[in-house]
């Protein structure tokens, strides 16, 4: 399932380990080092797909193009909580206008004596 990383540093062909994240010998970035799934790092991803909606879609195909399981349910959790808080939007928008229209609906007749 997980990508078989590379023995042998693409850049200078030295044998390197599979768990470096970086050539010793060259510097070379081996693969960028994964992004933090700590509980603190989740609940800022979670509370900002929900307050800072467009982010949550940023972060969520981040975090789905990591190889592990784990990184995948926090991108798919920030990409479904942004979809629900926009779902919510859309229908409290539709709610307040319908309210308005309702309203505008009983008031003017009154207004215009009908
Ligand atoms: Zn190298």
Known sequence: M???????????????????YFCFNCGKNLHPLPLSISFGRQIYIYLGSIFLP?????????????????????????????FL???????????FFDAVKSQLNT???DVYGL
């Open 54 to 82: 467009p982010m949550g879609f940023i972060w969520g195909i981040r975090y789905l193009r990591q190889n592990d399981t784990k990184s995948k349910i926090v991108g798919a959790t920030a990409i479904i909580l942004t």
């Open 2 to 20: 997980d990508n078989q990383p590379p023995v042998v540093c693409s850049n200078c062909h030295q044998n390197i380990r599979p768990s470096d």
């Open 107 to 109: 008031q003017l007749p």
């Open 85 to 95: 808080i926009f779902y919510l939007a859309y229908i409290y928008t539709v709610q």
